[in-house]
C-alpha cells in the first residue's frame, strides 16, 4: 500500500507542509535580529504549558500556546528595557521551562515517555482536531509574516532607522516573538520542542547562501523548509525513525551541501560584477517602472530624504523622480 492509503500519513504531511511554512516565515525575522536561538527557549517554555495541559486536562496545544506566548512576551520586554542582556533571558527560559515542565508533568502522573511525544515530536499520532489547530495557526502566523513584510524586515534591520521613520518598534518587536511562540507550538507534534528552532534557522541560513536580497531569501527559505519536512515524514515512514529527527536531519544536510556551492556563487558574481554597478558605489538604482504606486496615502512608511520624500517597501526605500523611481 502506498503511504498515502493511510489516513494518519495523510494528516502528517499536511502537518508537515504547514510546519515548513511556518518556522523558517518566523525565523527570517529571527535570523535578522540575531535572536537564532529565540525558538529553542521558548520550546522549553512551551513545555511547561504542555505540562500545564496534562495537570489541568485542558488541550496541551492550546496551553503550550498560552505559556509560550507569555515567555515570548517576557524575553522581548527583558530584552528591551531589562538590564540583563538578551542570552541571559533566553538561558533563564531554558533552565526555568524546562524545569517547570519536568516537575508539572511529574505532579500529573505523566511519564516521561508522554513527554517524549512533544520534546522530539510525534507527527504520526496527529488527529484531525490537532490538524485543524496546526492549520488555523500556521495560517495565521504565515498571512502575518507575509503581510508585514516590510515593516517587520525594517525592525529586524535596523530599530534605530524603523523607530525615526514612525513605525511602533515596540510593538513589532513583541509581535515577532508572539509569532515564533505560536510557530513553537505550531512545529511541537511535527519537530518536536526540542528541534523546532533548528527548523526556524537551518532553512533561512541555507537560502542566505544563494540569496542577496531579503524577498529572495524569504521565498527561498519557505521552500527549504517545507521540502526537508515532507522528505523527513517519508523516510521516517519507509525506514521507520523519528520523523523530526529526520526532517531536521535532511534540512542540515542540505545546508552542508549548500555552504561550498554557495561561496562558488558568491565569488562567480563578485568576479563578474561590474566596477560601475550602483550596489557598488552606493548610488541610487534605477528603474524605468514599478509596480506599486508611492505617494502618501499608499501607507508604507515615509522617510525624509533631502529635497524629496522616500518610501519603505519590500525592504528598501523607492522615490518617485519624475518617469523613473530610485531605488536604495
Known sequence: ????????????????????????????????????????????????????????????????????????????????????????ALAMLFYGGIAGGVLLTGLAGSTAATL???????????????????????????????GLAPQLFAVCQDEEFARVTGLPVRVYGVLIAVMAAVTVAVAMRTVGLLLVSALMVVPVATAQQFTRGFRASFVLALVLGVVPSLAGVVF????????????????????????????????????????????????????????HRHDATCGHPAVEHGDHTDYLHDGHLHAAHGQHYDEH
Open 1 to 88: 500500500m502506498s503511504l498515502l492509503d493511510y489516513d494518519f500519513m495523510q494528516r502528517a504531511l499536511i502537518a508537515a507542509f504547514l510546519t515548513g511554512l511556518a518556522a523558517p516565515a518566523v525565523g527570517t525575522y529571527l535570523v535578522q535580529r540575531r535572536l537564532a536561538l529565540m525558538g529553542d527557549g521558548v520550546g522549553h517554555v512551551a513545555l511547561t504549558g504542555v505540562a500545564v495541559g496534562l495537570l489541568t486536562g485542558w488541550a496541551p496545544v492550546w496551553t503550550a500556546v498560552a505559556v509560550a506566548v507569555a515567555g515570548a512576551i517576557a524575553i522581548e520586554l527583558v530584552r528591551a528595557y531589562g538590564r540583563a542582556s538578551a542570552d541571559v
Open 116 to 146: 517524549n511525544t512533544y520534546l522530539f515530536g510525534s507527527i504520526t499520532t496527529v488527529s484531525a482536531a490537532d490538524l485543524w489547530v496546526v492549520a488555523v495557526l500556521a495560517v495565521v502566523v504565515i498571512v502575518l509574516a507575509v
Open 236 to 291: 521516517s515512514y519507509h525506514v521507520d525513525v523519528a520523523p523530526g529527527a529526520s526532517i531536521v536531519v535532511i534540512a542540515l544536510a542540505g545546508f552542508v551541501i549548500s555552504w561550498p556551492v554557495g561561496s562558488m556563487v558568491r565569488r562567480h558574481r563578485n568576479r563578474h560584477r561590474p566596477s560601475d554597478d550602483p550596489r557598488v558605489t552606493g548610488e541610487h538604482v534605477t528603474t524605468g517602472t514599478h509596480p
